[in-house]
């Protein structure tokens, strides 16, 4: 912000140094506490998506209260699903076509699956039945 703004102004720097050269021989009796101004590094890039969006080819599933959210996913090919159990009960995450099966999952436990076939993928965990997922991967 404050860094780069001295170039835009030309001929001002010139009469800032003087001032400050004049400062110096007035104030120099030793003490030359001045000497240490506070260059700031840049600030960082700021952060652009800030949205909490995940990004791209990576999409996430939560299982909570004996459900899959979302119930309904779409992915594309390449994509990585990460699924996480958020339940106090194990939970697996199983493609009823044998494409992928987790493990049973304990709270807080994560699997991921990188789709690489499109398709409509019909999920349960197999300890709970009817809990039901379909994911769209196109
Ligand atoms: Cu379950």
Do not use: E
């Amino acid at each position: 912000m404050v860094g780069r703004s001295v170039r835009s102004v030309r001929g001002v720097p010139v009469v800032v140094t003087a001032g400050v050269a004049a400062a110096v021989l007035l104030g120099g009796c030793g003490s030359s506490s001045s000497s240490s101004t506070p260059t700031t590094p840049p600030a960082t890039a700021p952060t652009t998506n800030a949205t909490g969006t995940a990004p791209s080819g990576y999409l996430r599933v939560t299982i909570k209260d004996f459900a899959f959210d979302p119930s309904t996913l779409q992915a594309k090919v390449g994509q990585t699903v990460v699924v996480t159990n958020a339940d106090s009960v194990p939970h697996n995450w199983t493609d009823k076509g044998g494409a992928f099966k987790s493990p049973d999952l304990n709270q807080g436990q994560s699997y991921s699956y990188t789709f690489q076939k499109a398709g409509t993928y019909n999920v349960y965990c197999n300890i709970h039945p009817d809990m039901l997922q379909t994911v769209v991967v196109t």
